[in-house]
């Protein structure tokens, strides 16, 4: 039998060999290098495009599915909550935080999670997957899509311990209709749950030879939804702040002050002489500004759109998106990115004039904070180090996804793609005016910090994976944030990266929402292009 | 003129200290890449540009002690992420229809694809330890101070990626 030595031998003389007959490079080859792909740019732009886009939580249609309308049922009825509750086995979900929390002595690694796992809830035609996750009055509750039916459709599971789910039975009034429908997040509100996201044509009616079926599509519109329990839900009817014309909007996250809803997201238009983002090959481009978005409401069923057009929001020249807000410091902060996560051609740097023929192909991001004392007006926070690429490095793309607040003020998580690396990112700040970044453990063996939640105790816990070629990741902080220890990885817990580009990504996970109450941490996502569940629990670790 | 460059205006390789540092190091870090890519291409790619980055910052990069490793570091985390990214951009393109799938450069034998698929797989510093190790020789002193982490830790990412690659590869692994 041969030894695993004598396959790396002769595993690295081949490899040695390809090497030695490579030509050394002649000339300034390194930049004309860059340009050329061996899939064509548009479509390399265009995969990189919906990986982030995908991460961000912006909805995205790939392929419409079959002609069959799929409706996933629901493991067990709905009705009487108390029924489907294992009275004996499964502590209730407690949403009251005890007034007095003890932090116990942190292990090696603070948590034990497990993944829940159940293909008739989370399972069905294609796919299935978890943008967010909220908790409230003993209920969890997560939202997302189902791409399983004719096209994409909003959907929503419910669990009344965190350990046992059931998927709220399809109804194309509330959850489909035509086009595509998507859930990008949730939050428990005095009266109930309310969701945010989008919905909109099946197909970008202006990239006709794109496979990708791009949000920025101008008949997209954000869309809400509100539950008074979480299992009952109601399509909060469309109002014209939903929609503009020749604009796509979406909703990305949506957070609730005691008092009020502000929700946050993106605009599409299309712009010119100006175009900050071009879409697309040669025929057909799209030229498309973003801006970010804010939606105010009082009761989560009416609503109005704040700031529209404001400077701050992004104007004609730069390109912004919004992609979560979170209650706290001066009274709200939102966190997104200036500049588009987009693998273009042409560099172009946040700050930069706009060039004379009006088009600019960004190519980079720098992490974008906002900030509204109530939810109505909004100042954009001025740019510092710590939200640009470490280093003073050039060209990189550096995003927040997530924002959260505890009494030592607030945690952002993302993650930061730049000259020499790429990684997960964390962001403190005690007011959402100044932050600074802190390196987490094996922040570059992972490369996205999708969500973070926040536990008792001054404890987060945030987590991560892009749907598409990563595993999960989860990391934990019980210091204010300052430092983060990942959960060791387990392909069987947090999905398996597949070993070749024609093997399936069958194994891919990837978590984009967490929630948390008392001592456990609810995170949702997608695993082998299922829904998932994760649970954490804090404390609970044998090491 | 002072400024390093790989190449004069009429396409000769000139001899400053970073034209001497290339030449060197090309083909090693090239090797390096192929690993963890697993299209030459692409490695190629990558290696140039890590090459163009560390003449952008020559005065920096030159002045490191092994100016080698900075660029290995480039490469391997760069490599690991662009071939991740690689695999979806690959299955975004399958999912075009009436569209084919790119050329895979399938250039190694079978074995030692798989072996180096395997690697790939391998959670990331695991796979840039066992990368390095073996095509580069590094001790894992040497390979820490080349991913920033300590010898030990280099250490247990060896020992872990070998028993998994042994496991996965349904070889006997040596100590």
Known sequence: MMSLDDRIDAAVAEIKNMADQAPLPVGRTVESRRRRSRVPAWAVAGAAAVLVLIAVGVPILVFGGGDTV???EPSTTVDPIVTTVPATTVAPIATTVPATTVVPVVP????????????????GDSEQRMTDVAVGDGVAVAVGLDRGGRDSDAAVWYSLDGSTWNRVPHDEAVFGGDGH?????VVAVESGFVAVGSEGTERDPLAPSSAFVYLA???????????????RWERVPHVDAFSEAQTGLVMNDVTFDGSGLVAVGGTFHRTEPFATWQWGPSEGDVDIDVDAAVWRSNDGIAWRRVAAGDEAMGGDTVPQQMNAVVAGGPGFVAVGQEGFDFLGVDEWTPGDEIPADGRAHVTENVAAVWTSPDGETWTRVESQPALEHPGGAVTGWTTMFDVTTQASGLVAVGRDYWDVDEGAAVWLSPDGLSWQRVIPEDAYAWPNMQAVATSPGERFVAVGGLPLYMNAGAWSSTDNGTTWIRH???DTLFGSVPSSPNETLFGAASIQGAASYADTVIAVGMMKQDAAVWVGSWGAADG | MTRSSNVGVDGVIGTSSFDVFFRSEYRSVLGLAIALCGDRWTAEDLTQEAFAAAERGWGKVGGLDRPGSWVRRVVANKSVSRWRR?????????RMPDRGHPDTDPQLSAEAEELWAAVRKLPKRQCQVLAMTYLDGL???????????????VKTHLQRGRATLARQLGVEEES
Do not use: K
């Open chain 1, 108 to 123: 090696a690694t603070p948590m034990t999670w497990e993944l829940i796992d159940n293909p008739v809830v989370f399972g």
């Open chain 2, 86 to 94: 690689q695999v979806a951009e690959a299955t975004a393109w399958r």
């Open chain 2, 139 to 153: 001790s894992t002193s040497e390979v820490g101070e080349v991913l920033g982490c300590s010898a030990p830790t």
């Open chain 1, 217 to 231: 599509s101008f008949e997209t519109y954000a869309a809400v939804w509100h539950s008074t329990d979480g299992i």
């Open chain 1, 181 to 185: 429908q998507q859930m990008n997040a």
């Open chain 1, 488 to 490: 060791p990885h387990d």
């Open chain 1, 70 to 72: 799929v409706v996933v």
